[in-house]
């Protein structure tokens, strides 16, 4: 199973972006997908996840009502929209699969993209 996250850049505070996850390998219906970041020196983030049938879906709380996660099964994309951006939402985002166990934790992933940075400028 390979995913390609792409959409992070560079936007003002208050700004949005929105990352995409592409999933190949598998059929994408059959994993829940997460949205993790990192940011240097710090542990990796849970931020978001979204259940195989798209019915479940977490958010941490700082996130909670500025951050949106979809999936597209029929596309096999997972997407975060990241609005009203704050510096400290600066990191690299990364995504990940996990087969249709739920809800996500961190050490469960079975598989996981190479990041996209996203920078918030104040």
């Known amino acids: 199973v390979q995913l390609q996250a792409s959409g992070g850049g560079l936007v003002q505070a208050g700004g949005s972006l929105k990352l995409s996850c592409a999933v190949s390998g598998r059929t994408f219906s059959d994993y829940a997908m997460g949205w993790f970041r990192q940011v240097p020196g710090k542990e990796r983030e849970y931020v978001a996840g979204?259940?195989?049938?798209?019915?479940?879906?977490y958010y941490t709380g700082p996130v909670k009502g500025r951050f949106t996660i979809s999936r597209d099964n029929a596309k096999n994309t997972v997407y975060l929209q990241m609005d009203s951006l704050k510096p400290e939402d600066t990191a690299v985002y990364y995504c990940?699969?996990?087969?249709?166990?739920?809800?996500?934790?961190?050490?469960?992933?079975?598989?996981w993209g190479k990041g996209t940075q996203v920078t918030v400028s104040s």
């Open positions: 979204i259940s195989w049938s798209g019915i479940s879906i």
């Open positions: 990940a699969a996990e087969d249709r166990n739920w809800p996500l934790t961190l050490s469960g992933m079975d598989y």
